[in-house]
């Protein structure tokens, strides 16, 4: 019980400093103090107070997309094991599950932009949905290879990546998968080099082109649910790239915190020495992790 008080401890308070994180360590980068660590959360406090502006073309799915996309990607989060414990919620296949809540998540946030008419938002939801079209797939070669490597269906036992499972020559499948879920993560949050999240001009814009007429507490959602969907990736890259465990969950708790704070400076120190790539080789991006995660697959199953 006190395990899963604590999973979902971090799952729902956590989220918003790595976005502090990333923006203080590309802040440093540029010579600047930059915002504090806690900014995000004194913004989604901010907007939470504010009153909502809605225009008068939009329905319900508007107002229940960011709700929508929140919830599932919280239950995503309920499957994936934090620290050396389970995860609350787990079962065989579950990891069709989790890929499809974020499906769920990438539908209404698409819809909810679709349903302002605003052809500027429909322009960010057509590009949203395209990338998914790789980018999901690069992530059940991903899951195929760490089942094969586990001999489960169940992500709790899929993401308990073993030292072991390094000396018995699964170690280049694991480099590849742990490449593949990068690419993912950076598709997925829309960072750099597949969109900046700091932009609004048309030519650049992915995922702020969709939520451009958000405000308030429904803006305030979008952003927690961004930062929760970060998270939650971050999490899964760190289980399988970092296996060590001590097996005491006072310390492993810890461990857990620090690899994920540390993964999201990884993001802001890639942040700050690239830009963000074309829109036209943003493709290219996502096949190359759909190749990473593939042959990692097929050296398993030579």
């Not at 502090?20 to 802040?27: D, L, M, R």
């Not at 990891?95 to 349903?115: H, K, N």
Request: glycine share 8%.
């Amino acid at each position: 019980m006190t395990d899963t008080i604590i999973h979902v401890a971090l799952l729902l308070l956590l989220p918003p400093l790595l976005l502090g994180v990333i923006n203080k360590t590309k802040a440093r980068f540029a010579g600047r103090v930059g915002a504090p660590l806690l900014q995000a959360y004194f913004d989604i406090a901010k907007l939470a107070r504010k009153g909502r502006v809605l225009s008068g073309t939009t329905t319900w799915v508007f107002r229940a997309g960011p709700a929508v996309s929140f919830s599932a990607v919280a239950a995503a989060g309920l499957l994936i094991p934090f620290g050396s414990l389970g995860a609350p919620i787990s079962f065989a296949g579950d990891l069709i599950l989790f890929a499809y809540l974020f499906g769920l998540a990438r539908f209404f946030t698409t819809t909810a932009a679709l349903d302002t008419g605003s052809a500027f938002e429909g322009m960010g939801a057509s590009r949203e949905v395209a990338f998914s079209c790789l980018s999901e797939p690069a992530l059940f070669f991903a899951f195929l290879v760490l089942a094969k490597l586990s001999g489960s269906l169940s992500l709790v036992e899929m993401l308990r990546v073993s030292p072991d499972w390094f000396a018995s020559g699964a170690a280049a499948p694991l480099i590849l998968v742990s490449l593949g879920l990068f690419v993912i993560l950076l598709a997925e949050t829309c960072r750099i080099p597949v969109d900046d999240p700091n932009t609004h001009l048309e030519l650049t814009m992915i995922h702020e082109a969709m939520v451009l007429d958000h405000g308030g507490p429904l803006l305030g959602t979008v952003l927690y649910a961004s930062s929760l969907k970060l998270f939650v990736l971050v999490a899964v890259l760190a289980k399988v790239i970092v296996p060590f465990r001590t097996g005491r969950a006072w310390l492993d708790w810890p461990i857990f915190v620090g690899e994920t704070l540390a993964l999201a400076a990884v993001i802001g120190v890639l942040e700050s020495v690239m830009a963000r790539l074309k829109m036209r080789r943003v493709p290219y991006l996502l096949v190359s992790a759909i190749l990473f995660c593939g042959s990692g697959l097929i050296l398993l199953v030579r």
